[in-house]
T-cell receptor, first 115, second 115 residues
Framework: IAGITQAPTSQILAAGRRMTLRCTQD?????MYWYRQDLGLGLRLIHY???????GKGEVPDGYSVSRANTDDFPLTLASAVPSQTSVYFC??????????????FGPGTRLTVL | AQKITQTQPGMFVQEKEAVTLDCTYDTSDPSYGLFWYKQPSSGEMIFLIYQGSYDQQNATEGRYSLNFQKARKSANLVISASQLGDSAMYFC????????????FGQGTRLTINP
């Protein structure tokens, strides 16, 4: 069982370039999330999706877009990368609305550097 | 809006001692969930423990327990009999029970266990 996979593991990107971070989960969770982690600031929510076909904005959505065409995939796109988007990006999923504590399971992260 | 505050940037503890990591929160949601995650130097986010605001008893998971004091809005993590492998960053987080499960994280506490 893979859980959540993210690709690429790391990337160096020139400012102004377009970049898509990929996220796939095999747990059939209905909800998925993207967070960024910067030094000293903990994790902050960028976008989320409660179910396939719907998305919502988190705390820091500007400069990012997402889509949720199916249950398993939740790509995050930077249309025109800027240096302030240098960060570690985590994808997560949860069984939203199901029994249990709605724990979010995290992927291994993508380290993105924008120069 | 929700807010998590972790006031201990770093803590140093001797192996086998118990340690308490502080977490206070603020929210206007009537029901909410509180989480603790561990992030070792390898970078992955590991779920440790969950406490629902409606739970009458404090949550426990092995060596981890959550000291939940609702009136004080605190959700401290207690690790008993600390081990060298407990050295990591620890994040407190919360989310409303109803609606989108948008986790809000604290800034984290770096715990170092000394032999």
């Amino acid at each position: 069982i893979a859980g959540i996979t993210q690709a690429p593991t790391s990337q160096i990107l020139a400012a102004g370039r377009r970049m898509t971070l990929r996220c796939t989960q095999d747990m059939r969770h209905n909800a998925m999330y993207w967070y960024r982690q910067d030094l000293g600031l903990g994790l902050r929510l960028i976008h989320y999706s409660n179910t396939a076909g719907t998305t919502g904005k988190g705390e820091v959505p500007d400069g990012y877009s997402v889509s949720r065409a199916n249950t398993d995939d939740f790509p995050l796109t930077l249309a025109s990368a800027v240096p302030s988007q240098t960060s570690v990006y985590f994808c997560a999923s949860s069984d939203h609305g199901g029994t249990g504590n709605n724990e979010q399971f995290f992927g291994p992260g993508t380290r993105l550097t924008v120069l | 809006a929700q807010k998590i505050t972790q006031t201990q940037p770093g803590m140093f503890v001797q192996e086998k001692e118990a340690v308490t990591l502080d977490c206070t929160y603020d929210t206007s949601d009537p029901s909410y969930g509180l989480f603790w995650y561990k992030q070792p130097s390898s970078g992955e986010m590991i779920f440790l423990i969950y406490q629902g605001s409606y739970d009458q008893q404090n949550a426990t998971e092995g060596r981890y327990s959550l000291n939940f004091q609702k009136a004080r809005k605190s959700a401290n993590l207690v690790i008993s009999a600390s081990q060298l492998g407990d050295s990591a960053m620890y994040f407190c987080a919360m989310t409303p029970i109803q609606g989108a499960q948008k986790l809000v994280f604290g800034q984290g506490t770096r715990l170092t266990i000394n032999p």
